[in-house]
């Protein structure tokens, strides 16, 4: 194949730093040549992209995040697909792998960068959700930063989403009540009956601390906080004694121009609380172990892995990190391509 002529490739990037929830005229779509891989490389085509949250965070205006996406670079992602041509010997053409690529329809990277999926031990989509980061969030997240006690509540927000979806049912495995918030009846339902989750509360039917006062009589051990705003304040008033907040993520923050803390801080000096930050990369070394873990309890029915997959082209990918914002998906949210033109 020659490099220079052939276009079927197809990219994505940003146009613009967006203001409130990113949108489609954020983001530039392009056709691109399929490039050669270099010794040490390989080329990757991508059949599932991941829609994340932490995106709308790396695209804002500020030098302080490491990943940042300026206006004119490719969008971030780390894809899962298939290695079409390999400069490495550690990989052949053929090879699932999970690939840092960015939203594009056909990558080269270093091989270092590259890592193998076990298509055994779980399907391709489940190496970015319940295999990928999302899940490695929950895992550690959980059992290494929050360490539910049995019988403890923990209370998890974005609970319908891919991390929390996850980190929920975690908690029930280490003994703990737990309490799922989300943003619909229809998914509160889901939570209880098709996660076990033992409580969900709707954020926009009432008000949510006296829900969470109804639903929490011991108040609350361990916030599993990926939203933050509001719904993190109303859940630090009914915080317990030695409690624990655990700062996954700020969802509800990253569109905000000005970012705002939490205003309700004040219990976790009376409460002798403490606010705990994580990052997942911190726990690179045990992603292996990790995995084994969840695979094992998913094979065994003890957890489920949740996703959302919607169909499209690379170009669909703006419109589907649009719908993560519009609170109707349920677990991990993937974009599955249609296979490259050969
Ligand atoms: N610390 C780490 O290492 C790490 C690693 C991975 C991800 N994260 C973080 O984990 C969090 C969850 O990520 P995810 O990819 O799994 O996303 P997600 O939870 O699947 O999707 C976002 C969900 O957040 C809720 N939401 C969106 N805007 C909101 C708002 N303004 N107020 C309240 N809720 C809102 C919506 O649920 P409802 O409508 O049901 O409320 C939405 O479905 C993100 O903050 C991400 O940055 C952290």
């Not at 949108?23 to 040549?33: I, L, N, T, W």
């Not at 690529?101 to 391709?124: E, F, K, S, Y």
């Not at 509360?201 to 949510?208: A, E, F, K, T, V």
């Not at 006062?213 to 304040?233: K, Q, T, Y």
């Amino acid at each position: 194949m020659s490099g220079h002529h052939d276009f079927r490739n197809r990219q994505v990037l940003l146009k613009r730093v967006p203001e409130g929830v990113a949108g489609p005229d954020d983001f530039e779509v392009r056709p691109a040549p399929v490039p050669e891989p270099q010794a040490g490389q390989v080329l990757v085509e991508a059949h599932y992209l991941q829609v994340e949250a932490a995106l709308r965070l790396i695209v804002r205006d500020s030098k302080d995040f490491l990943f940042r996406v300026k206006p004119g670079d490719l969008i971030r992602n780390t894809v899962a697909g298939v290695v079409q041509r390999s400069e490495h010997p550690d990989f052949k053409a053929g090879d699932a792998v999970l690939a840092p690529i960015g939203v594009q329809r056909l990558g080269v990277i270093d091989a270092g960068a590259v890592q193998r999926c076990d298509t055994g031990l779980a399907p391709l989509p489940r190496w970015l959700g319940g295999l990928g980061i999302t899940g490695l969030t929950a895992y550690f997240a959980m059992f290494t930063e929050c360490r539910p006690q049995p019988g403890q509540t923990v209370v998890i927000n974005g609970a319908a989403g891919g991390v929390g979806s996850i980190a929920g049912q975690l908690a029930k495995l280490a003994g703990a009540r737990v309490i799922g918030i989300t943003g619909s009846a229809e998914k509160c339902r889901w939570l209880v009956d098709e996660l076990g989750f033992d409580v969900a509360i709707n954020h926009h039917d009432g008000d949510l601390y006296e829900q969470l006062v109804a639903a929490a009589p011991d108040r609350i051990d361990v916030i599993f906080d990926n939203v933050g705003g509001e719904i993190l304040d109303a859940s630090l008033r009914w915080i317990a004694l030695h409690g624990m907040v655990l700062l996954c993520g700020s969802t509800s923050q990253y569109t905000q121009a000005e970012m705002k803390g939490p205003k309700e801080y004040i219990w976790l000096g009376t409460m002798r609380a403490r606010m705990q930050g994580f990052v997942v990369f911190d726990y690179a070394d045990q992603y292996d172990l990790a995995r084994r873990r969840l695979a094992a309890w998913a094979k065994s029915g003890a957890i489920k892995f949740p996703e959302t997959i919607l169909d499209g082209d690379v170009d669909a990918f703006p419109a589907a990190f649009q719908q993560l914002y519009d609170g109707v998906h349920r677990g991990k949210l993937l974009l599955r391509l249609p296979p490259a033109q050969a």
